[in-house]
């Protein structure tokens, strides 16, 4: 899954012969080069950090939604919530499950495959940064 580039050594422990050897035999060790082993830091790595932020934010985004929904629709509206019986939300996010499958089922692998996997998030995740947060 990464791109990572190896450089291959001159020396003779590192010939097929070697590596096919200790296919054979588990318990022999393949020889490695002394060479400088410099390991990049994976917190300098710009894309890797950038999705990891991004995937922080939505998630919490979504479980702040998911754990906090149920109290606003449930709390008057003098305190700026919608005053929903128990029956009501519960409900409405029965209502909302159901949509969701269904378009996870039915409508998502369409879309996958007119605007592919990564123009796809794209577009979700401008639409999310768009919505306001109520």
């Known amino acids: ?15 097929v012969e070697a590596l096919e050897a200790h296919l054979i035999d588990p318990k022999e060790e393949v020889g490695q080069s002394n060479s400088s082993n410099t390991k990049k830091s994976l917190f300098k790595n710009w894309p890797l950090m950038s999705s990891i932020i991004v995937y922080c934010v939505f998630s919490f985004h979504d479980m702040a939604y ?17 005053s929903l019986s128990s029956e009501d939300v519960g409900q409405t996010l029965a209502i909302t499950g159901a949509s969701l499958l269904v378009y996870q089922l039915f409508m998502y692998p369409s879309i996958i495959k ?19 947060i109520v």
């Open 1 to 15: 899954e990464t791109l990572h580039k190896h450089k291959v050594s001159d020396d003779g422990n590192q010939s």
């Open 66 to 82: 998911t754990e906090v929904f149920s109290l606003w629709a449930e709390s008057d509206r003098k305190y700026g919530g919608l």
């Open 114 to 132: 007119v605007l592919g996997p990564i123009k796809s998030s794209q577009i979700a995740a401008v639409g999310a940064s768009c919505y306001p």
